[in-house]
Every structure is written in structure tokens, then in C-alpha cells.
């Protein structure tokens, strides 16, 4: 369906070259789901945009159902209308309401009638669950909302290919879970798709292949189990195992405890983590503060979540604490059982006067 050869894309900047895409080669055939994962700067969305030549390429071909769209014969608009992009800040008209966003393109460009685009229009808002705000203004939408909307104007051209350009990144982590649940309802009906994201669990689920992009190429093309379980090249190993860390630093008792929830909840939702582990952190690090540390010096806690083996690891770090932490007299002991059922290990240690608590992993909840 897709054939990329030799993209190659590069900027001038101040006389200087800047070689954002070096040597792309890859296909993608129809209903598969392909997500471009990577570190950021590696050319993830300049890719994407030149596949529908929002971006001029250097050099290379991009052969969309056997045509060269860089052919000077190739008919673009039509090739275009077989590609739909949702882009990361949703592009809604603003002066339209929700239903005349969904209906000016199939108008327009599809030549439907205004009672055919109204129908399907109010079909495709109940398929996002905004059928109700079929009247509504962008501006009186969430940002997930305003994003469900972009996906379902896309779908009104009835696009046979759609490009997802990080439709998650200007969202809320409260929103991205609404948003995904659409994308992946569309991966069950058959819809080819490129989604260029940085949320790693979803990529996991919703994929059929994963291009892994560093250095300018597709550096790894391999099926989600193979990339997340078994990485071949080193830059991928190095990405994928990449530890996740949420630190945060509270001096004394008079600690704000809703900032503190508020920080462990944006970083679970970011990575796609489940209710379970949200409140059991929040849980842990309250009973630690309220019940357990002594609180000799400033307290430092790391969250470390690895994407790879699915793990969560709390650190404890007291300052200025020459003993064992929850061997504290002072610790409530109800406190230490009940931190010590949610954990499958826990280690401690004291080092340079500053006591230590490693609590190794979170149990699942079905073991306990």
C-alpha cells in the first residue's frame, strides 16, 4: 500500500546542513498498524509528514498504491484524499461548530449532499461518544474531546490510510486514555494506520509492527513482542529499557499532600499505568511520610518504572538518618505490615549517614 525508498530530508539552517531524515526505506501494507516510536529529534514526524507531502522530501520515493506521489504527473489531491492526518493541537475550526467541522470537507471535496454529511457526521460523533456536542463550539470541548473530534473529521473523507502525528502529546494524561480507546477501535476495524506516539504500552497493544527511528533511519522494524521483549540493535535495547523516573524532594511534615498524589497520578497516566499501581504509590509514600520516617533531614523519593519488564520500584532516601528506617521505633508497625504486602521485596540499607529504603516491586494485585 505504502512503499518509502531512500527518503532522505534535510534543512538548511544558517548555511548549515541539517539532516533530519537520512536514508528511510520501508513498507506498510493495508490494515496493518504501524507505530514509529523513538527518542525525540530522530525525524518521527518529518517522516509522517512527508508521506502526505506536507513536507517536500530531498530526495527518495514515496509509491502510494503502486503511484510515485513525486512523480510531476501524480494526481495529488486525489492521493491526498486517501490519507487522512490527525495532528497533535487538532486543527478544528474554530468558527464552525462540531457538526459543521465534520460536514465541510465531505461538502466540499466529496461533493455529498448537506443531509448526507449531517447523517454521517452524527454517526461518527456517536462513535466517539460526542454526539451531544454535535452543536458545541471547539472551545467549549476538553482537549480529548477536541482530539476524538479530529479523528472523526478525518474519517468523514473516508480516508483509506490515516496518519497519527503524536495525538496524544498536547493532551492531559486524564484525556489520553479517551483518545487512545478510539484509535485502538479503529485498529479492530481494519484501519491502516502510522501513529507516531511516545505512549509505549499503547504501541505494545495496538500494533502489528513497530518502527523504532534513531539516527535518521528506520533503525528497527520488528513486531511489538520482538521490540519490547527482544531487541536486536543496541539503540533500541537502550531505548526500550530505558527506566522511567518520577523524583520529588519534601523537607519537612509540612508536605503538600495533593501536589504530591497529583505528580504520582500525571506520571502513571504518561506511561499508561493501571488505577492498582496509582494508588498503591500514593498509598506507600503517605504511609512512609505520615507513619514511618523520622524525619532527621530532607526526604528524596525516586518512582522508577522499567517499560520493558512492566516494573515499578519505590526509593526512599532519609537524610541525616544513622537507622534502619522501618525498624524505626517510632514507625508504626500496622504501617510497615501494610507497605510490606503491597511489595514483593524490600531491601535497606544506611550509607554516609542517610538511611535507605528499596522497596524492589510492586506485587500484582492478583497475588495478594
Do not use: W
Not at 510515485?68 to 497533535?88: S, Y
Not at 507516531?196 to 528497527?220: L, N, P
Amino acid at each position: 500500500m505504502i512503499t518509502v525508498k531512500h527518503l532522505r530530508k534535510v534543512y538548511q539552517n544558517d548555511g548549515k546542513e541539517l539532516v533530519v531524515l537520512k536514508d528511510v526505506n520501508c513498507e506498510i501494507q493495508k490494515g496493518e498498524i504501524i507505530s514509529i516510536i523513538g527518542p525525540s529529534g530522530t525525524g518521527k514526524s518529518t517522516f509522517l509528514r512527508c508521506i502526505n507531502r506536507l513536507e517536500e522530501p530531498t530526495s527518495g520515493e514515496i509509491i502510494i498504491d503502486g503511484e510515485n506521489i513525486f512523480d510531476p504527473d501524480a494526481n495529488l489531491p486525489r492521493i491526498r484524499q486517501k490519507m487522512g492526518m490527525v495532528f497533535q493541537n487538532f486543527n478544528l475550526f474554530n468558527h464552525l461548530t462540531i457538526m459543521e467541522n465534520l460536514m465541510v470537507g465531505p461538502m466540499k471535496l466529496l461533493k455529498m449532499s448537506k443531509a448526507n454529511a449531517e447523517k454521517q457526521g452524527l454517526e461518527l460523533l456517536q462513535m466517539v461518544g460526542l454526539a451531544d456536542k454535535a452543536n458545541a463550539m471547539p472551545s467549549e470541548l476538553s482537549g480529548g474531546q477536541k482530539q476524538r473530534v479530529a479523528i472523526a473529521r478525518c474519517l468523514s473523507m473516508k480516508p483509506e490510510i490515516i496518519l497519527f502525528d503524536e495525538p496524544t502529546s498536547a493532551l492531559d494524561p486524564t484525556m489520553v486514555s479517551e483518545v487512545l480507546s478510539v484509535i485502538k477501535q479503529l485498529a479492530k476495524q481494519g484501519m491502516t494506520m502510522a501513529i507516531v506516539t511516545h505512549e509505549m504500552k499503547f504501541a505494545r497493544d495496538v500494533s502489528t509492527r513497530i518502527f523504532f527511528m534513531c539516527e535518521g533511519i528506520i533503525y528497527e522494524d520488528d513486531v511489538p513482542n520482538e521490540i519490547f521483549d527482544n531487541p536486536k540493535k543496541p539503540l533500541t535495547k537502550a531505548f526500550i529499557n530505558k527506566i522511567r523516573t518520577l523524583e520529588f524532594k519534601i523537607s519537612d511534615k509540612r508536605y503538600d499532600l495533593h501536589s504530591m498524589n497529583g505528580q504520582i497520578d500525571t506520571f502513571c497516566r504518561k506511561y499508561s499505568l493501571s488505577d492498582y499501581v496509582v494508588n498503591m504509590l500514593q498509598l506507600i509514600l503517605e504511609e512512609l511520610l505520615e507513619n514511618i520516617l523520622p524525619f532527621t533531614g530532607e526526604v528524596v523519593f525516586d518512582i522508577n518504572y522499567s517499560e520493558k519488564d512492566n516494573d515499578v520500584i519505590i526509593k526512599c532516601l532519609q537524610k541525616s538518618c544513622k537507622f534502619s528506617i522501618l525498624s524505626n521505633p517510632q514507625a508504626d508497625e500496622l504501617a510497615v505490615k501494610l507497605i510490606t504486602g503491597y511489595c514483593e521485596s524490600i531491601t535497606e540499607d544506611v550509607c554516609d549517614d542517610d538511611a535507605r529504603v528499596i522497596i524492589m516491586k510492586l506485587k500484582d494485585k492478583r497475588q495478594r
